[in-house]
């Protein structure tokens, strides 16, 4: 491997021929075995072709060892490589970064390696905060601190504090912010001294510069800053130069003091333009628009904002698109609405943009998670599985057997109470016949006067003056004759209307369901002052209707017309029963009485037994009333 990868050779060479050099030792590796040897060249390939820009090659180098160390379940380069494969796609695909560190986490904390657990948290709170999710970022960075408490990297504990201001500034909460920012530069005191660390100091002197200007302390920034505006630093980091320029230059211009403004910001301009940073030319391209706003030269105002919003369009950045629009639509008043327009236009698109990205993440850690447990499961012993399928079929035998029982148990209650209704309605029907019985007799009694005190006397009549004029012949007695035999006719007349009487059926039969409420409802009749009316179709079979229905009914109905007789001070009161579909019975009264308010008047024990009688058989209870308009009420069962 060694011979392979020089990393002294390669620190030499010119940045077109390292990449010569790296793609040459890739030619080599293809034929080379899967061993940890090959795997670990693989993700030192990927790392110098990160260093160089290229990210493609890198990613399909990361890949590769993806693959290999997958192929041989080799933990740690499985996580290292999904960490470069998330580095890779960080500033292109996003989600698909954020799977990848997710993936590398998971491992790293499955193997204890725990300072590479916050290192995967916190690069994944970082494409959160450029994605704009602050929140899910700001939970990120805590659990990665979290992990480092007791840790001694002091330069990721300095990102993570880092990271937490920006988070925090974001939110507008600059308290808390600069706390974390001053943390950060507590970890710079730890570490050893090198230009890396120096370049910290400078970042972390920004940033809390930034916070300065937000609450409007511009004095402290400007004093922090200009210490920080020296040779060294624009000779050994010019990008790191001109944005402590443009900012000194920006909180200059902010307090009002514009001396050397101009040139200070143009000067960074020219920096940034020429290492080629297009995000930092965006910056301070804004930064020089407001500049000449405030120097009322509207002309240069606007195309350096217009500039800067075409170049916010092109990387992307849709916050300071929305920060060029609105300036625009400040100074620009011949396009004034177009600029507004776009700028709601815009922000709409952010926000639902945002929404979109959190839960973008968090499906991602949902899938990831599901896949894992998938993973999991597929990989057990075969004795859990029997354990646990053992666990689960009890488990589903103790529910059977408890859902056999409430079952047997609601069924046992159901019998017991159509056993009790049958019993009520035996007992209501004993009574009636009863009653019918009596009134048969009674039927019968003037029937048998009716045959006694007319049809008998009158047949004896006509006999005896029939047979007395039998012996005669005469055309006086033949005429008198002729009266008699019309006599006849006539009781041959009454006896058939007795006959068709007695054919015609009684009031109490037929259907004896329909005999006992209609019975319920006649008998009201003599001691209410309330016409009662009784409607049903004739065609109604109670035959086919359970008992425990029927008693329901007639209880339903016995207590609403009690109600109405003490309470409505109605005239008329109707009584409906109907069949809809074939299985809905559907009972409904109405009275035209005084009514009563349902909303101010609580529930009586009568229309709570109603109610209940219809709960108690999944029905439908319903009560309408209004002062003075009657009241209503319906009932429906499904049988």
């Not at 600029?339 to 850690?365: F, G, L």
């Amino acid at each position: 491997m060694s011979i392979l990868f020089d990393k002294i050779h390669i620190n030499e060479l010119s940045e077109s021929k390292k990449e010569y050099y790296l793609d040459s030792i890739v030619v080599l590796l293809k034929n080379r075995k899967n061993d940890s040897g090959t795997r670990n060249l693989y993700l030192d390939i990927a790392s110098e072709y990160y260093y160089l820009n290229n990210l493609k090659k890198s990613l399909r180098s990361s890949f590769k060892a993806l693959n290999l160390s997958t192929q041989v379940n080799d933990s740690i380069r499985m996580a290292k490589a999904s960490y470069f494969v998330g580095d890779c796609y960080e500033n292109s695909k996003k989600d698909s970064a954020y799977f990848y560190y997710l993936k590398a986490e998971k491992i790293y904390y499955a193997v204890n390696d725990y300072d590479n657990v916050a290192r995967m948290l916190f690069s994944k709170a970082r494409v959160l905060f450029y994605d704009g999710n602050y929140i899910e970022c700001e939970i990120e960075v805590s659990k990665a601190l979290q992990y480092l408490k007791e840790s001694g990297n002091h330069k990721l504990l300095y990102s993570c504090y880092t990271l937490m201001g920006n988070c925090l500034e974001k939110s507008l909460n600059y308290n808390e912010a600069l706390r974390y920012h001053n943390l950060a530069l507590t970890e710079i005191k730890k570490m050893q001294i090198t230009d890396d660390v120096n370049n910290y100091n400078v970042i972390s002197i920004i940033n809390i510069c930034n916070l300065y200007d937000l609450q409007g302390q511009y004095s402290k920034s400007i004093k922090e800053l200009q210490g920080l505006v020296t040779d060294d630093l624009k000779k050994k980091w010019p990008k790191l130069y001109a944005n402590v320029l443009s900012n000194l230059a920006y909180s200059k211009m902010r307090n009002g003091d514009y001396k050397n403004v101009e040139s200070m910001f143009l000067e960074s301009l020219k920096i940034v333009e020429s290492i080629g940073v297009e995000s930092d030319v965006l910056y301070k391209k804004i930064y020089i628009g407001e500049y000449y706003l405030t120097q009322k030269d509207t002309l240069k105002s606007i195309e350096n904002l217009k500039e800067a919003n075409q170049l916010a369009n092109k990387i992307k950045n849709f916050n300071e698109v929305l920060t060029s629009l609105k300036l625009l639509s400040k100074l620009d008043k011949k396009n004034r609405l177009f600029y507004t327009n776009k700028y709601i236009k815009v922000s709409d698109s952010i926000n639902v943009s945002q929404k979109n990205t959190h839960n973008k993440y968090a499906r991602i850690e949902y899938e990831t998670s599901r896949i894992e447990d998938e993973n999991k499961v597929l990989t057990k012993k075969n004795f859990y599985i029997l354990i646990i399928s053992f666990g689960l079929i009890l488990l589903l035998v103790i529910i059977f057997v408890l859902r056999y029982l409430e079952y047997k148990n609601k069924e046992l209650q159901f019998v017991k109470k159509q056993q009790k209704a049958n019993e009520e309605i035996y007992q209501l029907l004993t009574e009636q016949h009863e009653k019918i019985d009596v009134a048969k007799e009674s039927e019968k009694a003037r029937i048998a006067k009716e045959l006694h005190d007319g049809v008998m006397n009158k047949i004896y009549g006509v006999r005896m003056n029939l047979g007395f004029f039998n012996s005669k012949t005469d055309a006086a007695i033949i005429e008198k004759r002729k009266v008699y035999i019309y006599e006849l006719q006539n009781i041959e007349n009454e006896i058939r209307t007795i006959s068709h009487d007695l054919s015609r059926g009684s009031f109490f039969e037929g259907n004896d369901f329909n005999v006992l409420l209609l019975s319920l409802i006649e008998n009201l009749r003599d001691i209410s002052g309330t016409q009662f009316k009784y409607i049903n179709e004739e065609t109604f079979d109670w035959s086919t209707i359970q008992n425990i229905y029927k008693i329901n009914l007639y209880r339903i109905i016995q207590e609403a017309i009690l109600n109405i007789n003490k309470y409505a001070n109605a005239e008329n009161c109707e009584v409906r029963i109907q069949l809809e579909d074939h299985n809905l019975l559907k009972l409904i009264i109405t009275d035209d009485g005084k009514g009563f308010d349902i909303k101010s008047k609580k529930n009586g024990i009568g229309l709570s037994n109603m109610k209940e009688r219809a709960n108690s058989l999944k029905g439908q209870f319903n009560i309408e009333s209004k002062i003075g308009e009657g009241t209503k009420i319906e009932v429906t069962f499904n049988f």
